[in-house]
């Protein structure tokens, strides 16, 4: 079950009120939902402002604290980890130096928090280098780990956090550079109709193209880490076959990083055409508010069995590429089947 972050924070503060506040939480969801805000905020209830408002001021109103985001917070007590370096990854060195600053004494009453942006950054090395402080923390410790993409974790890590997955915040109007350019292949599709076959291929090409634009994009990006690594490592170690190893754990983070991109543009596709539905269905709520014209448009030209099959043909394409089904194969009969 997904929360919004005012209601995650609700969450938190309750156990926190009644001193059961667990020591490590993944706050997970789409970029845009929340996720450092709600960090932020985690982190001024556990260390409130010595500045604190919450008094009168001049006109006799209630003072509110001012939120403060992450890059403010930081400090003695507060240490965030970002993914850095042309590879944005989070290395065992960053890892390292969190579990260290946990183990430094604090003031009496004050805790020590570290916020790991991008935690799906993380190799397996900097995931099990702070695995001991992650199941066993010192007191008045907290740890929040924050990624759009928690299935990259090792289930080592996923087993000792309490999970926070957050909705996506659609006031925001956030959507990422790829589901964007897909949003912008869908509107020209829509202008000569669902039903035209070459409009439908033109549509299924553009996916393919942003497809693999993000795959250059990951492969580049974990070639450098791996380049790195290489360069740091390659005379520290006795064994001949690590490198062989690294290689293949970057190939196969390559791979899931792109299934899950994939994954992300489909569930795009998903979300336009059930907003399609919506719009027929008289629904005011649209996951793609910005395209609210379009959809309308689509909608008033289809039955409503019509785009239910249709929809079916994208739900199918998710269950052909769970099996050995070629990519570009499954592609193309469900672009066909869902808008050709």
Not at 72 to 97: A, F
Not at 289 to 299: F, G, I, K, L, Y
Request: aromatic share 6%; hydrophobic share 40%.
């Amino acid at each position: 079950m997904a929360y919004t972050a005012e209601k995650a924070f609700d969450l938190i503060e309750a156990a926190h009120h009644r001193g059961r506040l667990a020591h490590a939480f993944l706050i997970t969801g789409p970029a845009g939902s929340g996720k450092a805000a709600l960090a932020a905020k985690i982190v001024q209830m556990v260390n409130p402002p010595q500045d604190g408002g919450g008094g009168n001021n001049l006109f006799g109103e209630v003072e509110v604290p001012e939120e403060k985001s992450l890059d403010e917070l930081e400090g003695d007590l507060v240490r965030v980890v970002r993914p850095r370096s042309k590879s944005r990854r989070i290395t065992v060195d960053d890892m390292r130096v969190l579990e260290k600053s946990f183990h430094v004494a604090s003031a009496s009453g004050s805790w020590k928090v570290g916020v790991i942006l991008g935690a799906d950054r993380m190799g397996a090395g900097a995931e099990n280098a702070f695995l001991k402080t992650l199941e066993e923390p010192p007191p008045e410790c907290l740890l929040m780990l924050l990624s759009d993409a928690p299935e990259l974790l090792l289930p080592t890590v996923l087993s000792r956090c309490v999970k926070l997955p957050l909705m996506a915040r659609p006031d925001q109007g956030f959507v990422s550079e790829a589901s964007q350019a897909l949003l912008s292949a869908l509107a020209s599709m829509a202008k000569q109709g669902i039903g035209n076959l070459q409009a439908a291929l033109t549509l299924r090409a553009s996916f393919s193209s942003i497809l693999a634009k993000q795959k250059a994009e990951i492969s580049k990006c974990n070639e450098a880490a791996f380049k790195e690594e290489s360069k740091k490592y390659k005379n520290t170690t006795d064994s001949g076959d690590w490198l062989k190893n690294r290689e293949k754990y970057y190939l196969g983070l390559t791979e899931s990083e792109y299934l899950n991109e994939r994954e992300k543009l489909i569930e795009t596709l998903v979300c336009w055409v059930g907003d399609v539905v919506r719009q027929k269905c008289s629904v005011d709520q649209l996951d793609f508010p910005s395209e609210r014209d379009t959809t309308a448009s689509v909608a008033s030209n289809h039955a409503i069995n019509d785009l239910l099959c249709r929809m079916e043909g994208i739900e199918q394409l998710r269950a052909n590429l769970e099996t050995n089904v070629q990519e570009q194969l499954a592609l193309e009969v469900a672009f066909l089947t869902a808008f050709g």
